[in-house]
């Protein structure tokens, strides 16, 4: 079965400063995705970037930026210059390539809550 | 374009009781997959619908069901409440069940269940 583990239970960032929030994850497949899924207080979980295993260019979004290992199983997000609205819960989830069982669903790790100081 | 829309947005229930958490996908979607979100916690798998079929359940016990509609709506059914069913439940829309012709799911608003 496949595992996602986050670390970092809290993490703070300075405004305008980088901050990277770490995942690793488990797995025997050799095809999936991987997400980072932001959580503000709304409680609405909003992606912010995927990456597919098969790629070996890491995935940007505006500032947001993965630094995927694939034999390492890691996938961390780096988020540059950060802003107040950047503060949320962080989760990692993992989604399998292969749709023939039920594999259909995400795997999320436990979060990581950002706070970014004014 | 809606996004995914649940309703309620909150609800109290009595231990014992049933519960009926409702979802609409965003337009064009056809999986919709429901999640437990206890409080500081990941969201937990608990059910995925595509084309009125279930094609994936979650290690939770019976007294959960769902259902897909023809209009792809969905809806999430729990009986006989326990106190640890207290969480927050999240619906997610998928174009379709393939996550090769498109691997993102969008997730809704949830319901916040409080079981008392």
């Known amino acids: 079965a496949q595992t996602v583990t986050q670390s970092q239970p809290e993490m703070s960032v300075q405004e305008a400063e980088t901050v990277t929030l770490s995942c690793t994850y488990d797995?025997?497949?050799?095809?999936?995705?991987l997400f980072w899924y932001k959580q503000p207080p709304s409680r609405q979980m909003i992606l912010v970037i995927r990456?597919?295993?098969?790629?070996?260019q890491n995935a940007t979004e505006n500032r947001f930026s993965v630094n995927f290992q694939k034999a390492a199983k890691s996938f961390s997000l780096k988020i540059s210059d950060s802003q107040l609205g950047d503060a949320a819960m962080y989760f990692c989830?993992?989604?399998?390539?292969?749709?023939?069982?039920?594999?259909?669903?995400?795997?999320f790790g436990k979060g990581t809550k950002l706070s970014v100081k004014p | 374009d809606a996004g995914v829309t649940q309703s309620p947005t909150h609800l109290i229930k009595t231990r014992g009781q049933q519960v009926t958490l409702r979802c609409s996908p965003i337009?064009?979607?056809?999986?919709v997959s429901w999640y437990q979100q206890v409080l500081g916690q990941g969201p937990q798998f608990i059910f995925q619908?595509?084309?009125?079929?279930?094609?994936g359940r979650g290690n939770f016990p019976d007294r959960f069901s769902a259902r897909q509609f023809p209009n792809y709506s969905s809806e999430l059914n729990v009986n006989a409440l326990l106190l640890g069913d207290s969480a927050l439940y999240l619906c997610?829309?998928?174009?379709?069940?393939?996550?090769?012709?498109?691997?993102?799911?969008?997730f809704g608003q949830g319901t916040r269940l409080t079981v008392v």
């Open positions: 990456q597919e295993a098969y790629k070996q």
């Open positions: 997610a829309s998928s174009l379709t069940f393939n996550p090769g012709q498109g691997p993102e799911a969008f």
């Open positions: 989830a993992y989604r399998s390539d292969d749709y023939g069982g039920s594999q259909g669903n995400l795997i």
């Open positions: 797995t025997s497949e050799s095809d999936y995705y």
């Open positions: 337009s064009g979607h056809k999986s």
């Open positions: 619908y595509y084309e009125k079929e279930e094609r």
